[in-house]
């Protein structure tokens, strides 16, 4: 069955500390994942993509295949990035148009 | 750009009627998404429009359904609402053929009394 999995409902961190939300999926096929967050009282947004390799608002993510895992790292949290981080995943083989999300886990960043 | 934007912002129902929402996408967007955020099950797929067709569809019932006009803007129609199709409904839109990147409206809250 596709399915992403995003274990923590809550992270609560202080500002200054890493940050690692993570994101397990189960696909057969050749997935393609993407990281959304939704700030409060804002739309929900991309983040990043995994084939984009880039690294936005210092957030990166990388695929791991062989733990079929992408977690979301930043090695300084930011009382900014205080959000609803979701993970997602698409074929990447066919375009079906449907994203599969995790349940979303919120990230609170103390002061 | 303007956003996605959709409407109403909350609809109030009883079982058994019938509800449409409504979403305009981003200029120049030609697919439009429509997914159902229920209250502890996350974002589920709905539907799929691109140039006026269906492409694809969740796994709904076919209660659900909707269209997407020439001017790319999508209704989603609900009929004979049930307690459980209480949710907020989002819609997003992406360039032609693509869910790279897809731009969310605000979605509209459904609640069936």
């Known amino acids: 069955a596709q399915r992403v999995t995003q274990p923590e409902k809550l992270l609560s961190v202080f500002k200054g500390a890493p940050v690692e939300l993570k994101c397990n999926y189960s696909?057969?096929?050749?997935?393609?994942l993407f990281w959304y967050v939704q700030y409060s009282r804002q739309r929900l947004q991309l983040l990043l993509r995994?084939?984009s390799r880039e690294s936005i608002k210092g957030f990166t993510a990388d695929l791991n295949k062989g733990e079929t895992s992408f977690h979301l790292k930043k090695p300084f949290a930011q009382e900014e990035d205080s959000a609803m981080y979701y993970c997602?995943?698409?074929?990447?083989?066919?375009?079906?148009?449907?994203?599969?999300f995790g349940q979303g886990t919120t990230l609170q960043v103390k002061p | 750009e303007a956003g996605v934007t959709q409407s109403p912002t909350h609809l109030i129902k009883t079982r058994g009627q019938q509800a449409t929402l409504r979403c305009s996408p981003i200029?120049?967007?030609?697919?439009v998404y429509w997914y159902q955020q229920a209250l502890g099950l996350g974002l589920q797929f709905l539907l799929w429009?691109?140039?006026?067709?269906?492409?694809n569809r969740g796994n709904f019932p076919p209660r659900f359904s909707g269209r997407q006009f020439p001017n790319y803007s999508s209704e989603l129609n609900v009929n004979a609402l049930e307690l459980e199709d209480s949710a907020l409904y989002l819609c997003?839109?992406?360039?032609?053929?693509?869910?790279?990147?897809?731009?969310f409206g605000s979605g509209t809250q459904l609640s069936v009394l």
């Open positions: 997003a839109s992406s360039r032609e053929l693509t869910n790279e990147k897809l731009f």
């Open positions: 696909y057969s096929g050749s997935p393609e």
């Open positions: 995994h084939i």
């Open positions: 997602a995943l698409s074929d990447g083989s066919s375009n079906t148009g449907k994203l599969i």
């Open positions: 200029s120049g967007h030609t697919s």
């Open positions: 429009y691109d140039e006026g067709e269906e492409r």
